[in-house]
């Protein structure tokens, strides 16, 4: 009997220690996982709905997201960039998701509008519509780490993959949101430097995407938004980023920027080679900066005013002369912001008549010269404040939908 006992303690003895190693095995690698994604699993928890959708509206969600950490941006520019969407779907698949989950970067046909302006106050004003069709939309604000600012910018769900037609629920979702600081649409920084992307309808007859290919690191058209986000603090330094790399337009289209700072500089950036019957080659284009204190030979609307406007065509002179002037894409607009602005020579009373010009050329209201059929977000980022006053899918008279933003938040 006591034999028999103590070859029953001696297996207890032998299954307790198995299950201990188990546990420890189970417990270093729980350890190991929280260590590796701290950052990443902190971000997914932060995610939060701020506005439910309307689909009788064609709105979609709106969520926030705090990312915590520097999202491997650093890292992203020590290799030199990236020349494709595959390949900053690769990088922030192999970084951000470790490799778990894959994920879609997309860049649809953006038809929008921005302008910059003053208040009556002083403070410097960045202006943004951001028109496609029904999206979820995520509000992202990262941190600032050492050498980096901090920024809050609007990301259309949709580049990423997310189902347009239903809330942001899954885990799988959620993981997949933090792609999302790499596919900024505007924003601003702590520097109180702001930007926005646009499209430009290059190449003639068919778009054609900017491909530049020299000795440069490269970007694409949204990481060139991450970078002067994370790195400009002023519009020299923005334009200073946007000259060393090699830019590649997403989605085999082309696009322009705007970039404005708090002392009330603001250029427009875009890449051309000859007119829009000839410019058909984007490994041909070079960058050309149109400054809004420097844009005489623009025209006269732009030669009389301090501030500036872009829509969805190349401001450069003669650009469309041998075009049809269908190919202007969004200069009716683009005229129309001029001749509010014009009206008390660029400046507004405050953020909500900034606003209200938006609202004049949001697309449910206006007539589409494209097949964007509604804005999906308004914005006005004070620079000098530097804050934001926001509003989803032009829900300009609903006072639970005007949402503000800023650093101290």
């Known amino acids: 009997m006591k034999q028999a006992r103590n070859k029953k303690t001696g297996k207890r003895s032998i299954f307790c220690k198995i ?4 546990l420890s095995v189970v417990l270093i690698l729980i350890a190991t996982v929280l260590f590796l994604w701290k950052d990443e699993i902190a971000t997914v928890a932060s995610i939060k709905m701020i506005k439910d959708r309307n689909d009788d509206h064609l709105d979609g969600a709106v969520y926030t997201m705090k990312v915590k950490g520097g999202f491997y941006l650093d890292d992203f520019v020590r290799q030199g960039g990236v020349k494709s969407d595959k390949e900053l779907i690769d990088f922030v698949t192999k970084n951000i998701t470790k490799g778990l989950i894959n994920m879609n970067i997309d860049d ?4 929008c509008s921005s302008f910059t302006a003053k208040t009556e106050s002083g403070d410097v004003l960045f202006a943004r519509n951001y028109d496609l069709s029904k999206t979820n939309t995520c509000i992202v604000f990262t941190e600032a780490n050492e050498g980096r600012h ?3 910018s609007s990301v259309d769900l949709k580049f990423l993959g997310i189902d347009v037609d239903k809330n942001m629920e899954s885990l799988k979702d959620k993981i997949t949101c933090l792609a999302a600081t790499y596919a900024p649409l505007d924003g601003i920084n702590d520097a109180g430097v702001s930007c926005g992307i646009y499209m430009t309808y290059q190449g003639g007859e068919e778009t054609v995407a900017t491909d530049q290919n020299t000795e440069k690191p490269d970007f694409t058209s949204t990481t060139l938004l ?6 400009a603090d002023s519009v020299e330094k ?3 980023i946007a000259s060393a790399y090699d830019m590649h337009d997403s989605a085999k289209t082309s696009y322009h920027y705007m970039v404005a700072d708090n002392s009330g500089k603001s250029a427009i950036l875009e890449w051309v080679a000859g007119t829009d ?10 960058l050309i900066v149109t400054y809004n204190d420097a844009d005489t030979h623009i025209g006269t609307m732009e030669a009389q005013s301090d501030y500036q406007v872009i829509t969805n065509f190349v401001i450069q002179p003669g650009y469309y002369d041998d ?16 001749e509010e602005l014009n009206k008390t ?3 507004v009373k405050d953020e909500k008549a900034a606003m209200d010009i938006l609202k004049i050329v949001g697309r449910r209201d206006w007539a589409n010269d494209d097949k964007n059929n509604c804005t999906v977000h308004s914005a006005v980022y004070n620079l000098t404040d530097k804050t934001v006053m926001w509003v989803p899918n032009e829900n300009f008279d609903d006072p639970t939908a005007i949402f503000t933003f800023s650093f101290e938040d």
């Open 19 to 22: 299950l201990a190693i188990f």
């Open 108 to 111: 649809p046909e953006i038809g």
């Open 150 to 152: 901090a920024s809050i």
């Open 226 to 231: 991450r970078l002067i986000l994370d790195y």
């Open 238 to 240: 923005a334009v200073e």
């Open 277 to 286: 019957a000839t410019d058909n080659d984007g490994s041909k284009r070079e």
């Open 323 to 338: 075009s049809p002037v269908e190919d202007k894409k969004g200069y009716d607009r683009y005229a129309r912001i001029y």
């Open 345 to 347: 020579n660029g400046f």
